[in-house]
C-alpha cells in the first residue's frame, strides 16, 4: 500500500507540474512572436507571400488548438504577386492531440475553415497559378521522405469542415469564366487511407452564358497517401438553370465509383447514372489534364424513356393536338468528347428513336468550326409526328401530302464569322427526291448564298396536295404533269441579286432551260434572261389544261412548236425580246409586251418566215362532223375587252389555195372590234393601205 501511494503522489507532482509549466508557458509564450518566421519560412519554401493579419491564439492540453483569421497567400509574381490573392479565409481553426505525440501519433481535430477563398486563374500560354505550388511540392517530397523522423506512425484528423467558401476560375489571368459560391464542406474522420464520409454544397455558374447549378454532394472518399482518391457510393442533387432566365430543373445523379489519379490528374468513372423528370440515362466517362487543360470522354445511352418530360426538360411541349401519352418513348445512345484548349465539343456515333423515326448523326464544334452529319432513313411519319410537324410548318402545307420520308446532309460551319453550308443535302418527300448544296458565306458588304439543287423526275400528285392552298384553285395534277429541275441558285446580298443559271426544268409537259437574272429582289424585283423550250405538242397543251384541240383542217398541224426567246419582266409588265417560235414549218420571230397583270395590253412586232394558213383553218364544212366549226366561221367572244395592238409580217403565205408574198398587217383588237389596218400582200392581193373593220360580232 505504501508504495501504491508513493507512485500515486509521484504522478500527482507530474500532473502538478505538468499543470503549472502548462500556466508558465500560456504566461509567458506569445506564438504572435514567430508569425513572422512562419511567412518567412512560407515564403522561402513556396517563394509565395503569407499575410496572417489576426493574432495566433493558442490552447493547451489536451488539445494543441490555434485559432487566427484575415489569412492571405499571394500569387506566384507572373499572375500578380502579393496583390493578387491566390487564398484568403477569415477564419481558421486546428487542434493536435498531446498526447498522442508521444507514441508517434498525429490526430488532428476537426479542421475548420470559413470566408475560405481560392482564386483559380491560367494565361495566355495555359499555365495555371496553381503550378508552382505542384512543382515546389514535387521537388520537395524526395528530400523530406528520406529525413529521419519525417513518417509518423499514424496519421489522422476528425475531420475538415468549409463554410462559405467561393472557388473562381479566370481565363486570361483576369477573364472571370466560372465560379463556386456558398460553398460548404464536411468531412467524417481522415487517417491513412481509411474511407472518409464526404457532404458538400456549392451553387455554380457559367459566367459566359449565364449557366448555373447548385449541387448537394455525398460520397464516401479514400484518399491514401500513394494512389488516386477515390469516391464510393456517390449521390448528387443538382439543380440546373439554363441562361436567358429560363426555368430550373432538377437532376438527380450516382456512381458506384469515381476515382482520381493526381499524378496524372486523370479520373475514371463506373456505374454513373443520372434521373431527371423520370428520364435515366446511364453514363460512361473519364477525364484526363483535370488541371492543366480538362478534357472528358464517354457515352451515354437512354433506353425508352417517355418522350414527354424528356421534352419538358428542354423547355418544349407537345403541340396543341398531341396527348402526352402519344408521343411514346425515346431511345438514345451517343459518344461525347470534351477538351478545353484548344477548344472541342463533339458528339459520334450518335443513334436515337422517336415519334417513329431514327435519326444517326455525328458532330464536333473545335475552336469556332462546326461540321457534322446528319441521317434520318426512310419512315412515314405517324400520327403524332404529323401533327408536331403542321405546328412547325406554314398551315398552307398539307402534311399528310408528304408520304414516307427520308433525309441525309453533311453540314458545317464558322460559328464567328457566320460561314455555313450543308453538302450532300438529300430529302425525300412528295414522292420526289430533292438533292441539295447551299453554302452560305458572310461578306463585309452583304452575304451571299450560293445553292444547286437537283430533284428527280416525279409525279406532281402528292405535291399538288401538299401545297394546294398556294398554287391556282383551278390548276390540277394533271396539268402539272411531271416536275424534274436541275438549277444554280446564287444571292447576292450586296448587290440585291438573284441569279439563277443555267435551270432545267420539267413542268407542264414542257422542257425547258435557260438563266434568269433578278435585281432589286428585296423591293421591286426586274427579271431578266433566256429560255428555250423543246418541242412539245401545242394541241397537246391546250388539252392538258381542259382546252378542247384546235380544230385544222391539217390533222398534222399544231403538233411540234419550240421557242427560244429573251425576257424582261417587272411588277408592271413583261416583255419577249429575241423571240423565235417555231410551230410546225414556220418560224415566227420579233418580240411580244404584256402591258399590266391585271388588264393587260398585249403589243407585238412579228415576222414570219412562212406559213399555210390553210391547214390551221377548221374543216371545210363538207368535211367537218357534227357539230365543228368550219373555215367560213369568224365569231369574236361577246362583250370582248382585248386589248391588242401589233404588227405582223408575213414571207409567203398560203391562204384559200392562194400564194402571197411579202404580206403584213397592223392587227388591232380594242373596244370589241378587230381593226386590220395598212395590211398589204403581193401579188394580187389586197390593196395596199386597205383598212378592213370588222365587227365585233358576226353571225356563224
Known amino acids: 500500500m505504501r508504495a501504491v501511494k508513493i507512485v500515486l503522489a509521484a504522478v500527482a507532482a507530474v500532473v502538478v507540474l505538468a499543470i503549472v509549466a502548462l500556466a508558465v508557458v500560456a504566461a509567458t509564450f506569445d506564438p504572435n512572436e514567430y508569425k513572422g518566421a512562419v511567412t518567412d519560412a512560407f515564403t522561402a519554401r513556396t517563394g509565395r507571400t503569407l499575410v496572417i493579419e489576426q493574432d495566433l491564439r493558442l490552447a493547451y492540453f489536451p488539445w494543441l488548438a490555434v485559432t487566427t483569421g484575415g489569412i492571405t497567400i499571394g500569387s506566384a509574381a507572373d499572375f500578380g504577386g502579393a496583390a493578387a490573392p491566390f487564398v484568403t479565409a477569415t477564419s481558421?481553426?486546428?487542434?493536435?492531440?498531446?498526447?498522442?505525440?508521444?507514441?508517434?501519433?498525429?490526430?488532428?481535430?476537426?479542421?475548420?475553415?470559413?470566408?475560405?477563398?481560392?482564386?483559380?486563374?491560367?494565361?495566355?500560354?495555359?499555365?495555371?497559378?496553381?503550378?508552382?505550388?505542384?512543382?515546389?511540392?514535387?521537388?520537395?517530397?524526395?528530400?523530406?521522405?528520406?529525413?529521419?523522423?519525417?513518417?509518423?506512425?499514424?496519421?489522422?484528423?476528425?475531420?475538415?469542415?468549409?463554410?462559405?467558401?467561393?472557388?473562381?476560375?479566370?481565363?486570361?489571368?483576369?477573364?472571370?469564366?466560372?465560379?463556386?459560391?456558398?460553398?460548404?464542406?464536411?468531412?467524417?474522420?481522415?487517417?491513412?487511407?481509411?474511407?472518409?464520409?464526404?457532404?458538400?454544397?456549392?451553387?455554380?455558374?457559367?459566367?459566359?452564358?449565364?449557366?448555373?447549378?447548385?449541387?448537394?454532394?455525398?460520397?464516401?472518399?479514400?484518399?491514401?497517401?500513394?494512389?488516386?482518391?477515390?469516391?464510393?457510393?456517390?449521390?448528387?442533387?443538382?439543380?440546373?438553370?439554363?441562361?436567358?432566365?429560363?426555368?430550373?430543373?432538377?437532376?438527380?445523379?450516382?456512381?458506384?465509383?469515381l476515382a482520381f489519379d493526381r499524378g496524372r490528374q486523370a479520373l475514371a468513372v463506373e456505374g454513373l447514372a443520372t434521373e431527371t423528370a423520370g428520364v435515366r440515362a446511364t453514363w460512361q466517362l473519364a477525364g484526363s489534364t483535370l488541371l492543366d487543360n480538362p478534357t472528358f470522354e464517354g457515352s451515354i445511352a437512354i433506353d425508352r424513356a417517355e418522350l414527354a418530360p424528356a421534352l419538358a426538360q428542354l423547355g418544349l411541349s407537345?403541340?396543341?393536338?398531341?396527348?402526352?401519352?402519344?408521343?411514346?418513348?425515346?431511345?438514345?445512345?451517343?459518344?461525347?468528347?470534351?477538351?478545353?484548349?484548344?477548344?472541342?465539343?463533339?458528339?459520334?456515333?450518335?443513334?436515337?428513336?422517336?415519334?417513329?423515326?431514327?435519326?444517326?448523326?455525328?458532330?464536333?464544334?473545335?475552336?469556332?468550326?462546326?461540321?457534322?452529319?446528319?441521317?434520318?432513313?426512310?419512315?412515314?411519319?405517324?400520327?403524332?409526328?404529323?401533327?408536331?410537324?403542321?405546328?412547325?410548318?406554314?398551315?398552307?402545307?398539307?402534311?399528310?401530302?408528304?408520304?414516307?420520308?427520308?433525309?441525309?446532309?453533311?453540314?458545317?460551319?464558322?460559328?464567328?464569322?457566320?460561314?455555313?453550308?450543308?453538302?450532300?443535302?438529300?430529302?425525300?418527300?412528295?414522292?420526289?427526291?430533292?438533292?441539295?448544296?447551299?453554302?452560305?458565306?458572310p461578306l463585309e458588304r452583304g452575304n451571299v448564298f450560293r445553292a444547286s439543287v437537283t430533284t428527280s423526275r416525279f409525279a406532281s400528285e402528292a405535291l399538288a396536295k401538299g401545297f394546294a392552298a398556294l398554287l391556282p384553285p383551278n390548276l390540277a395534277a394533271s396539268e402539272l404533269g411531271f416536275i424534274e429541275l436541275d438549277a444554280r441558285f446564287e444571292l447576292d446580298g450586296a448587290t440585291d441579286t438573284l441569279t439563277i443559271a443555267p435551270f432545267d426544268v420539267e413542268l407542264f409537259g414542257l422542257e425547258a432551260k435557260g438563266e434568269v437574272t433578278a435585281r432589286n429582289v428585296s423591293s421591286a424585283a426586274a427579271w431578266t434572261g433566256s429560255a428555250q423550250i423543246a418541242e412539245f405538242s401545242p394541241q397537246d397543251l391546250l388539252q392538258r389544261f381542259g382546252l378542247p384541240p384546235q380544230p385544222t383542217s391539217d390533222p398534222a398541224a399544231f403538233r411540234r412548236a419550240t421557242l427560244d426567246t429573251r425576257f424582261d419582266a417587272t411588277k408592271d409588265r413583261a416583255e419577249l425580246s429575241g423571240l423565235v417560235l417555231a410551230i410546225d414549218e414556220s418560224k415566227i420571230t420579233g418580240r411580244f409586251e404584256l402591258v399590266g397583270f391585271e388588264q393587260p395590253a398585249y403589243r407585238f412586232d412579228l415576222d414570219v418566215d412562212r406559213v399555210d394558213a390553210d391547214r390551221y383553218l377548221p374543216p371545210k364544212a363538207r368535211d367537218a362532223s357534227d357539230g365543228e366549226r368550219t373555215a367560213g366561221d369568224i365569231e369574236l367572244p361577246q362583250n370582248n375587252t382585248m386589248d391588242l395592238d401589233g404588227t405582223m409580217r408575213v414571207g409567203t403565205l398560203k391562204l384559200a389555195g392562194m400564194e402571197f408574198q411579202d404580206v403584213g398587217s397592223r392587227i388591232v383588237i380594242g373596244g370589241g372590234d378587230l381593226e386590220l389596218e395598212q395590211a398589204r400582200a403581193r401579188p394580187g392581193a389586197l390593196p395596199a393601205a386597205r383598212t378592213v373593220k370588222l365587227p365585233s360580232n358576226v353571225p356563224p
Open 318 to 441: 407537345p403541340p396543341q393536338g398531341v396527348d402526352a401519352d402519344e408521343l411514346g418513348t425515346l431511345t438514345l445512345a451517343t459518344r461525347f468528347a470534351y477538351r478545353t484548349e484548344p477548344p472541342l465539343v463533339g458528339v459520334s456515333e450518335l443513334t436515337a428513336e422517336a415519334l417513329g423515326m431514327t435519326v444517326h448523326g455525328a458532330g464536333t464544334l473545335e475552336g469556332d468550326e462546326l461540321a457534322g452529319t446528319l441521317e434520318i432513313p426512310e419512315f412515314s411519319p405517324s400520327d403524332a409526328a404529323q401533327v408536331w410537324l403542321r405546328a412547325a410548318v406554314p398551315p398552307t402545307v398539307d402534311v399528310s401530302a408528304l408520304g414516307r420520308l427520308a433525309l441525309s446532309t453533311r453540314f458545317d460551319a464558322n460559328v464567328a464569322s457566320g460561314r455555313a453550308a450543308l453538302r450532300g443535302f438529300n430529302l425525300s418527300a412528295f414522292g420526289a427526291t430533292v438533292m441539295l448544296d447551299l453554302e452560305a458565306l
Open 92 to 257: 481558421v481553426k486546428a487542434r493536435v492531440k498531446l498526447l498522442p505525440l508521444l507514441a508517434r501519433r498525429i490526430e488532428i481535430g476537426t479542421v475548420e475553415l470559413t470566408g475560405l477563398t481560392l482564386n483559380l486563374a491560367r494565361d495566355a500560354e495555359q499555365r495555371g497559378n496553381w503550378q508552382d505550388l505542384v512543382e515546389a511540392v514535387g521537388d520537395a517530397a524526395p528530400a523530406e521522405q528520406g529525413a529521419p523522423g519525417a513518417a509518423a506512425g499514424r496519421f489522422a484528423i476528425a475531420g475538415v469542415r468549409i463554410r462559405d467558401g467561393n472557388v473562381y476560375w479566370r481565363e486570361n489571368t483576369n477573364e472571370l469564366r466560372y465560379s463556386v459560391t456558398g460553398l460548404s464542406l464536411t468531412t467524417g474522420g481522415i487517417g491513412a487511407g481509411e474511407p472518409i464520409d464526404f457532404d458538400a454544397a456549392l451553387e455554380f455558374k457559367d459566367e459566359g452564358s449565364g449557366l448555373a447549378a447548385t449541387l448537394e454532394l455525398r460520397a464516401v472518399v479514400t484518399a491514401p497517401a500513394d494512389g488516386p482518391v477515390t469516391a464510393t457510393d456517390v449521390a448528387a442533387d443538382v439543380t440546373v438553370r439554363p441562361g436567358g432566365g429560363a426555368a430550373w430543373r432538377s437532376l438527380a445523379l450516382t456512381a458506384a465509383r
